[in-house]
């Protein structure tokens, strides 16, 4: 019950004070000094994206073109020459009863005429000549002892041929295929009835 006069008391002499406080500048001829007004907080800085701009363009060095020249574009190769006729390289399969030997064929065309070097199965060259007529081909080949062999046959196309080969001892039927490399020695058949039969290097022509 006591504590309730002083706050009464305390009440009526605040407001008071304050009376009495402005009187004594008004005596003093002074103006009292106006209340501060409160100021508001600096506004933050904007953030700015460090990112270029999709639309800038990128910054280049002076000279880094003459530093790396662009590549020179390649030439094209040179096409193959064109094949004349049949002539070639061709691998004769020779029919012996049950038994299959192989021999080859090198072969040069100019118009009908056929040469070249005829290769046996014991890798022993010997000059070749022939005449194509249409479809057919008949080459002639020169053997060391004087004899000859004649290959006669039927062209399908300019990649096989069918037919028979004639020796001093009889016919022989036989088919050929062509085979498209320039190198003779790399057309030689390596299975083992082929045309090595044993011997790794043919001879020189």
Request: positive net charge; charged residues 15%.
């Given at each position: 019950m006591d504590a309730q006069p002083s706050v009464v008391v305390k009440r009526v002499l605040i407001p008071?004070?304050?009376?009495s406080l402005a009187a004594a500048f008004a005596a003093a001829g002074t103006n009292m000094p106006p209340l501060a007004a409160a100021t508001a907080p600096p506004a933050p800085p904007l953030l700015t994206d460090a990112s270029p701009s999709p639309s800038a363009a990128p910054t280049q060095m002076p000279g880094v073109e003459s530093l790396f020249p662009a590549a020179p574009h390649g030439?094209?190769?040179?096409?193959p020459p064109?094949?004349?006729g049949i002539e070639g390289v061709w691998e004769l399969a020779i029919q012996q009863g049950a038994n299959t030997t192989y021999a080859h064929l090198k072969l040069k065309q100019r118009q009908d005429a056929l040469t070249g070097t005829y290769l046996d199965p014991?890798?022993?060259p010997s000059p070749a000549v022939g005449v194509v007529d249409g479809g057919n081909v008949r080459i002639v080949?020169?053997?060391r002892d004087g004899s000859s062999i004649v290959?006669?046959?039927?062209?399908d196309g300019t990649t096989d041929m069918v037919g028979m080969m004639t020796t001093p001892t009889g016919?022989?039927?036989?088919?050929g295929d062509y085979r498209p490399k320039e190198n003779f020695f790399d057309n030689l058949n390596e299975n083992p009835t082929g045309l090595t039969n044993g011997l790794t290097?043919?001879?020189?022509?």
């Open positions: 008071f004070a304050a009376l030439s094209p190769s040179p096409p064109q094949r004349v014991s890798n022993k080949v020169s053997l290959f006669e046959a039927r062209l016919e022989i039927p036989f088919t290097t043919p001879p020189p022509l």
